[in-house]
Structures are given as structure tokens and as C-alpha cells.
């Protein structure tokens, strides 16, 4: 009995030095492995998909005036980094640089405001000491005088772009009885750095919508509940699969959120007069109808 006890305590530590020894070359390996070149989620797969490619978008329906009861204008913040919104960073897809490659190629335009009434004559990147760098010329709006362009430089890196501003109109279609929003434009937001100091946030340019709907209605995204139901950018957008915070809401002042005095440098009071509104366009909702 002494004997097997003994030859079972040796079989215990040289099954334990495996396992360290094991892991320890786990770890080694694994050290010098950049996991981040690997996207297992991605091709090859086991079957050809080409649902997503060959999707159509059903077009924003075109309302007439006499119909349209009421409408408020909303700019609303989605947040890739929230847990609702991570699908917008998937590495094999991610949105930021979706549309930072159609910029370059001049594929969609880039309105230089929210009234999208002047688009950049170019927008143009170039690499300045690894970092990216984007030119934005446009002519001078306040002068028609003057023809020469002007030109912005502004630091720039499409990869630390992780918010989004969703312009959109809520109406209430008298006609068919439904109270709907309707996405307007979608603009990048960054914090531009001059001389190496990062200002406030802001929009990088807006585009429209209906300019870009044809490439997200074909441009895949990940879907976390099934791999072989895959959902497009549109798709996201469209049925509003994401989590979101208003930043502005039409008024007199025409100002966001945080250029009021009571929200200036406040969060918490930016945040509630958010929230206020959300809630202001649900009880609108709810009185529209009987029960």
C-alpha cells in the first residue's frame, strides 16, 4: 500500500510539472502571436453568402405635405463603444473605416454642416509622421467674391473615431396613422488636434443618408445572435438596432444640447435635458391615440 501511495504522489507531480511546463509554452507562444491579425469570424465559411450582396433597401417613402401633422428635427449620438453599438467596431467591417475609404475615393460626398447645403470641393488624406492628415478645401461662403479655395488641415485617425451623430425628423403621418423617424444624414465625430492639442468633439463632415443607403444595404455586419442570418449596415440602422443619446432637438436658439448655459461643461444636466426629450416624444406618441 506504502508503494502505490508513493507511485501515486509521482504520477501527481509529474502530471503537475506537465501542466506548468505546458503552460508555460501556451504563454510563450502566445507572447509573441498578434492576435489581432486573426478575425475568425470572417470568410472562408462552409457555404457561399451573398444575401447581403445582392440585398436591395426598400426607398424612404415620400410624404406630402398636407399630410404631415407634426414633425421635430433630432440629432441623436450612437456610441460604437456601448455594448449595443459594438457591432459597428467589427474588425472585419467596421463602419469608420467604410466610409473614411469612401471619402478618399470620392464615392459619397461630405456636406461641410448639418444644413448640407455646400459639399467639400475635395477632401483628401495623406500620411504626416504615421499619422493621418485631412485636407478639407471649400470655397469661402461668406465672400462670392473670392474663387480661391481654402484649405484646413486637421489631424486626423479614422481608427479613434468611435461616435456618430444620426440626423433625423420624427413625423406623424396623419394620413396612415403612424409616427415614425426618419434618418436624414450620419456624421463622424472626432476631436481634431491643432499644434497637439485635442479640442472639443465634432462632426468630420455629414452625409446623407439616401447617398449612402445603396452601399450599407451591401456591406455586412455581424450579427451576435446568428452567423448565418447576417444583418447590413442599413438594416442596423433602419430597424434602429442600436442605443443612442439625443444631442440636439430643434429650437429657436438653434444651439446642441451642451452650447446651452445650464449644460455647458455639465453632463448630468446635458444627459437629463436628453432624457427629458426622449420622453417628451413618447408621451406625444401616446396621446396620439386611444385605448
Known sequence: MKQLSIKNNKCKSVFKASLCIAFYAINSVGAQVNYSEFITSGEPA????????????????????????????IVRCIDARQKMNKQLEWPRQPLNKLLYEQLCLGGI????????????????????????????????????????????FIDY?????????VMEDWIFDYKHGVFKPVILAIAPIFAPAYAGI???????????????????????????????S???????????????????????FDNYINQFPENDFNGVAALLAS?????????????????
Not at 199 to 226: A, D, Q
Open 230 to 252: 447576417r444583418l447590413s449596415y442599413d438594416d442596423f440602422f433602419q430597424m434602429r438596432i442600436f442605443d443612442s443619446y439625443i444631442v440636439f432637438q430643434s429650437n429657436v
Open 46 to 73: 462552409s457555404y457561399y453568402k451573398n444575401g447581403v450582396k445582392e440585398r436591395k433597401f426598400v426607398p424612404t417613402p415620400q410624404w406630402n405635405e398636407v399630410d404631415v401633422k407634426f414633425s421635430k428635427r
Open 109 to 152: 460626398n461630405a456636406y461641410q454642416s448639418d444644413s448640407m447645403a455646400s459639399v467639400y470641393n475635395s477632401v483628401l488624406f495623406r500620411q504626416r509622421g504615421g499619422v493621418e492628415i485631412i485636407i478639407q478645401v471649400f470655397d469661402n461662403p461668406d465672400d462670392p467674391t473670392d474663387t480661391h479655395d481654402s484649405t484646413i
Open 275 to 291: 432624457d427629458g426629450i426622449k420622453n417628451d416624444l413618447f408621451i406625444f406618441e401616446h396621446d396620439l391615440w386611444q385605448y
Open 198 to 228: 485635442t479640442t472639443r468633439e465634432m462632426p468630420l463632415c455629414w452625409i446623407k443618408m439616401e447617398e449612402v443607403r445603396g452601399l450599407l444595404s451591401h456591406t455586412e455586419m455581424f450579427n451576435r445572435y446568428n452567423d448565418a
Open 157 to 165: 485617425d479614422y481608427t479613434k473615431i468611435h461616435k456618430y451623430w
